[in-house]
């Protein structure tokens, strides 16, 4: 019997049941064609273009398997991200909503033999929020786009400088307030009255004087008075909400908490170092002492010396104080000056590299050393804890 018409009942009723989804275990992925039943299927794995598909697949099937594997993870991933992407959901929902797609890469081809060794794979790594409840498993996508990142980024950055706007605002507040009662005329160890003293108007019998107004500058004492006196109260609030300022920072203080401008700074500093900190520390103008022991022989061994130029970063011209001599020594046999307290150093690596410093103060035990930073826009800036490596005497 021949094959049924386009528009034949049987023929209408082939395609309706090919439109739909159909059983997974009766769709070859190789070939991308799904089968209707158990006979249909075993037929077409008897077929020849079925078995050249398997001899290719046999050829490599770790590489076929790990493509297929990527392909469905990417897919259904993306299907979360696009539909339930600040949602939590059911693992089931999210897969049954993928599989409607009948062109979707089947999970009987992949290396997840079900839907919960999948989902367990995204929780170990890291791509999806995944947990078990007595209703089956729930997902949570982790959304690390760099653009929403970014967003985020950018949003904590707004709030701590808002943050910030307003403890420089406080500060400016609390440092005008403190240059005010320092101009601010002090008594002389009288206590003035916080409040004006309100006698009432008496007349006695006997006085028949009478009452005369005079107006003009028999009335500015008292209206000098009433502002002082009026001012003094606003000074009394002022120093108790001070007070209560105080103990507060205090409290901060004691229980480990920062400002967030102090955090931003601190951020700001590592940022700095981080940027600053490099493997090659030589400049100009700055005394080295020679620690090469092939040079002991002739003497320059422990010697100290200027650096006239830098050749390539990590060589450099040294003059020797001692014979004049010019010497090309690497900088790994070179080691830094450290001169007597108050000489001038050059910090030569670090947040604060190539800025010229006051030493202040040596730490033998820690190896470290106090600078306070001279000229440029950190004048005035004074570092507690200077490796030895970082600073070296500087010669004009």
């Not at 009942?9 to 059983?23: D, F, S, T, V």
């Not at 993928?98 to 839907?115: F, G, K, P, Q």
Request: charge should be positive; include cysteine.
């Amino acid at each position: 019997m021949g094959k049924n018409e386009f528009l034949t009942p049987k023929a209408i009723a082939n395609r309706i049941k090919a439109k739909g989804l159909q059983k997974l275990r009766w769709y070859c992925q190789m070939c991308q064609k799904q089968c209707r039943d158990e006979n249909g299927f075993k037929c077409h794995c008897m077929s020849e273009s079925h078995q050249r598909q398997m001899e290719v697949f046999g050829q490599n099937p770790n590489r076929i398997v790990d493509g297929y594997s990527e392909e469905f993870e990417t897919s259904f991933l993306e299907h979360l991200k696009r539909s339930h992407r600040f949602s939590r959901i059911a693992a089931t929902v999210v897969y049954n909503e993928y599989i409607a797609d009948r062109h979707h890469v089947h999970m009987n081809s992949t290396e997840w033999a079900t839907l919960t060794d999948f989902v367990k794979y995204l929780g170990r790594t890291g791509k999806c929020k995944v947990e078990e409840t007595p209703k089956g498993w729930f997902m949570t996508y982790i959304d690390r786009d760099s653009e929403t990142l970014f967003k985020e980024k950018m949003k904590n950055k707004r709030i701590k400088a808002d943050l910030v706007d307003e403890e420089k605002q406080e500060r400016e507040i609390m440092k005008q307030i403190e240059r005010a009662e320092q101009l601010m005329p002090r008594a002389n160890g009288s206590d003035l009255p916080l409040e004006p003293q309100l006698n009432p108007l008496l007349r006695s019998e006997s006085d028949e004087k009478k009452i005369t107004i005079v107006l003009g500058s028999s009335l500015k004492p008292t209206v000098k008075e009433k502002r002082d006196s009026s001012r003094l109260v606003f000074e009394e609030d002022e120093n108790e909400n001070r007070g209560k300022k105080r103990k507060e920072d205090d409290r901060i203080a004691k229980s480990g908490g920062g400002s967030a401008l102090d955090e931003l700074m601190k951020e700001q500093e590592k940022a700095k170092e981080h940027s600053n900190r490099k493997d090659y520390w030589l400049c100009e103008g700055i005394i080295v002492k020679v620690m090469s022991k092939v040079l002991a022989e002739k003497g320059y061994y422990k010697q100290k010396g200027i650096v006239r130029k830098v050749i390539d970063k990590y060589v450099g011209e040294i003059e020797m104080l001692e014979s004049k001599h010019v010497l090309r020594v690497d900088q790994e046999e070179l080691e830094t000056v450290i001169p007597q307290i108050g000489g001038l150093v050059r910090i030569v690596n670090g947040a604060y590299r190539w800025s010229n410093a006051r030493l202040l103060a040596v730490n033998t035990e820690k190896f470290c050393a106090k600078v306070q930073i001279e000229k440029g826009i950190y004048d005035g800036r004074v570092l507690p804890a200077m490796e030895y490596e970082d600073i070296s005497k500087f010669s004009r």
